[in-house]
């Protein structure tokens, strides 16, 4: 993952601004934090250079006693979504500290963004990998599974890495280099320009690039 400083969000959905031309920018509003700074890592300690945030408060009746007493030490109540963030100088940072959206991009500004892609469950191999299929009369007798996979006398075996039907989505996906449309501090919100991974309010890692 990218090494430097970044913010948690909640994809909100797609829209759409316009650019002075009048152009249409399609764009994913995400409400990215403020982030609460909980834990700060070094390499002395921990053998690696990071910080550690929270996003989303949570009642403190909901936080179990291991995390109350974590989220005690930052004056916080609990947070839906802990994350870390490598970072090359963590004495920047102070515990409890809050890092706002304006303080780590501007408008103009890459970043990385990633996320979960939706779970599509167990898919077939039109599906997943875009096969075309058979015929779709009724005599046809092939239609949507996957035909001969194997080899003959020899190797006489499934080649590794054959398409095969399985598991779609719910991986771990990092989209580079994506615009900075627009900032709204006053309501924590960011515009980056196209379509992002995950479903809504799906939480997505924002990677500034320095």
């Known amino acids: ?59 403190a009746l909901r936080v179990n006693k291991p995390l109350a007493g974590h989220f005690q030490k930052s004056d916080s109540k609990g947070f839906y979504f802990v994350r870390e963030f490598r970072v090359n100088d963590p004495s920047v940072y102070a515990v409890g500290q809050d890092i706002s959206i304006d303080s780590v991009i501007k408008i103009g500004d890459k970043v990385d963004v990633q996320g979960t892609s939706k779970g599509r469950g167990f898919q077939g191999v039109i599906k997943r990998h875009g096969f075309s299929g058979g015929g779709s009369g009724h005599g046809s007798m092939f239609h949507r599974a996957p035909g001969s996979i194997g080899c003959s006398a020899y190797p006489s075996r499934v080649i590794k890495g054959k398409k095969l039907p399985g598991r779609m989505g719910n991986d771990s996906v990092l989209r580079k280099n994506v615009m900075v449309v627009d900032v709204r501090s006053e309501e924590n919100v960011v515009l980056l320009k196209g379509p992002l991974p995950g479903a809504k309010n799906g939480l997505l890692k924002i990677y500034a690039k320095y």
């Open 1 to 59: 993952m990218p090494k430097s400083m970044g913010i948690l969000g909640k994809k909100i959905g797609m829209t759409r601004v316009y650019s002075e031309l009048g152009q249409a920018i399609p764009v994913t509003v995400i409400e990215a934090g403020p982030c609460r700074v909980l834990q700060i890592k070094t390499e002395a300690t921990d053998g690696y250079s990071a910080i550690q945030v929270g996003f989303a408060e949570k009642k």
